[in-house]
């Protein structure tokens, strides 16, 4: 195959994939229209197996983390854990529904930071939406609870390793340890946070009512299914959490610790008769691995067709312009095509992109950073930005809050934009601190 047709078979079957994916027709999985694509490009000799090869490299810790860390949100969710979270910070604010609106970010901020976006958006938003509709808010003052929940979760999934997919395998491509990254990065996802809170406090102030009679709610205990599981639970994520801070030293996948959480909680709840461990793995996103290796094959056609060679070339007009510009380049840059093609396929086209750029120590670490950055916060401009989106909008319609998309993406830019800008600005400044 010539270099232009192979440019264009390339692209054209990189678009009907994404289609695919996005669309979904006759009810095709996410799995299945990856794994086809991934064929495709193996028939027409767009990749080779040993391109299969590497994209396995680069995905199998990213995916089977992803998968381990919602079968742990999964068990927790069974145990009441999110329920009592969500309970304490609306007893908390007593009444007051500013405090209460930004205890519930900050909620979805931590839940986000230790379970994942995804676990953060379509567990904390139901139980928060079913919180206030209990206290007697209107579909309409309850929206601003719905929408910040879900917002957050994504603008604030920078700070771990394990607090997005697009992280794992970022970090994963340019072999960052966890210890490193959260030293990275979680002075800026304090910054996106209290962006984050400034921005939907300013756009739904109007919306939210004066007060609540927060003696309605049930008291958090009441939400707790099993006493002994729900202490049990915390000293699981304890060993969670000083598994993932030895990975580094140890040279461990962030995966191990991560499956060691699941098992362990898979084993305590079904002992205690509470859950059936093969439910909750049947559960669990096993499609999201063959969606993420075939995805990623079809990516690394892009690659191999010259096409990251392309933006390769135009990162290395900045490499001696500066951290800031390097920042707002790569990360408005990601973000852009993360809102039009998913932030999934957006991470590995930019890591590609980046590795074959010339830009210096400095400015690779400012470029790999904020290539992270704009893919977790671009999938807040569309709703096809990313998958939890997807999922989160129909769970919401489940329950009867229908988001149209042209009110989504109103939404989306006037919240983002600012946001994105401002911990772009912040990740410049620390890691010119960091790496001087």
């Known amino acids: ?40 490009a193996l028939a027409l000799g767009i990749v080779t197996l040993a391109n299969v090869v590497t994209v396995w490299g680069i995905v199998w810790n990213a995916t089977f983390t992803f998968v381990a860390l919602i079968v742990i949100s ?4 069974r145990i009441g854990f999110f329920e009592w979270a969500a309970l304490h910070v609306l007893h908390a604010a007593r009444g007051n529904t500013v405090k209460a609106f930004a205890y519930v970010i900050l909620l979805g901020a931590v839940v986000a930071a230790a379970f994942a976006n995804d676990g953060a958006a379509l567990i904390i938003t139901p139980i928060v939406y079913q919180q206030v509709r209990l206290l007697g808010f209107s579909p309409t003052q309850a929206l601003p609870f719905v929408m910040g929940a879900g917002f957050i979760a994504d603008t604030t999934s920078l700070p771990l390793v394990v607090s997005n997919l697009v992280n794992i395998v970022s970090a994963n491509f340019f072999h960052i340890g966890f210890v490193t990254y959260a030293a990275t990065m979680l002075p800026v996802d304090v910054v996106s946070l209290l962006a984050s809170l400034l921005v939907l406090f300013l756009y739904y102030r109007r919306s939210l009512p004066s007060s609540y009679d927060h003696s309605i709610l049930p008291p ?24 993932y801070l030895l990975s580094e030293p140890l ?14 909680l898979l084993v305590l709840s079904s002992r205690s008769g509470l859950v059936k461990a093969t439910k909750v793995l049947a559960e669990a996103p096993w499609k999201i691995v063959a969606f993420s290796l075939g995805m990623y094959v079809v990516v690394f056609g892009l690659r191999n067709a010259g096409l990251t060679h392309l933006l390769s070339a135009g990162l290395d007009g900045f490499g001696h312009g500066g951290p800031l510009p390097i920042a707002m380049v790569v990360g408005f840059g990601s973000a852009a095509l993360s809102a039009v093609m998913n932030n999934m396929p957006t991470v590995l086209v930019g890591a590609l992109s980046i590795s074959g750029a010339h830009l210096g120590l400095s400015g690779r670490s400012i470029a ?69």
């Open 1 to 40: 195959m010539s270099g232009l047709s192979l440019e264009i078979a390339a692209g054209v079957l990189f678009l009907l994939t994404l289609a695919a994916v996005i669309v979904a027709p006759k009810g095709i999985s996410i799995g299945w229209s990856a794994t086809i694509g991934a064929a495709v």
């Open 251 to 264: 040279s461990l996948p962030v995966s191990i610790p991560a499956a060691a959480g699941a098992a362990a």
């Open 74 to 77: 999964l068990v927790l969710d």
């Open 220 to 243: 958090p205990r009441s939400a707790v299914v099993q006493t002994s599981l729900f202490r049990a639970s915390w000293f699981v994520l304890g060993l969670l959490l000083a598994g």
């Open 368 to 436: 790999e950073y904020a290539n992270v950055v704009g893919c977790d916060l671009g999938p807040k401009f569309t709703p096809i930005g990313s998958l939890a989106t997807l999922l989160w909008l129909h769970v919401l319609e489940s329950k009867g809050v229908r988001i149209s998309w042209a009110s989504y993406m109103r939404t989306g830019l006037v919240l983002t934009i600012p946001v994105l800008a401002v911990t772009l600005v912040a990740l410049a400044g620390w890691i010119s601190i960091l790496h001087p």
